[in-house]
């Protein structure tokens, strides 16, 4: 069976660095574009990043921009978040998703018009990651 399992996660200072990575097993994982979600206490799951199946196109959330890179080892079926100048605000639970990406899809310009910020239509996703950055 599929399974993406995040790993990274921990207690980090205001200002520091993480890098989670997820790794996929049970599917082509060339075949997805993958995304990493986080969902802060109380609050509504939001899309952090996203890039497509082969890596050419990259989106981020504007909260997260020139801080934060995704990248993705086909090779390691590993889908990565790089992510510098942590605030506190950057505390969630980081989930990764993979969204298959149909053979006649995949030479089309993706459009952040088929995200779903809450990451409807992902479909998989990770148990998560905690990340708590302390002030």
């Known amino acids: 069976q599929v399974q993406l399992v995040e790993s990274g996660g921990g207690l980090v200072q205001a200002g520091g660095s993480l890098r989670l990575s997820c790794a996929a097993s049970?599917?082509?994982?060339?075949?997805?574009?993958m995304a990493w979600f986080r969902q802060a206490p109380g609050k509504e799951r939001d899309v952090v990043a996203h890039?497509?199946?082969?890596?050419?196109?990259?989106y981020y959330a504007d909260s997260v921009k020139g801080r934060i890179t995704i990248s993705r080892d086909n090779a390691k079926n590993t889908v990565y978040l790089q992510m510098n100048s942590l605030k506190p605000e950057d505390t969630a639970v980081y989930y990764c998703?993979?969204?298959?990406?149909?053979?006649?899809?995949?030479?089309?310009?993706?459009?952040?018009?088929?995200?779903?910020?809450?990451?409807?239509?992902?479909?998989?996703w990770g148990k998560g990651t905690l990340v708590t950055v302390s002030s």
């Open positions: 998703a993979a969204d298959y990406t149909p053979l006649s899809e995949r030479w089309s310009p993706w459009s952040q018009e088929l995200l779903d910020p809450r990451g409807a239509g992902m479909d998989y």
């Open positions: 049970g599917l082509t994982f060339s075949s997805y574009a």
């Open positions: 890039i497509t199946w082969d890596g050419s196109t990259t």
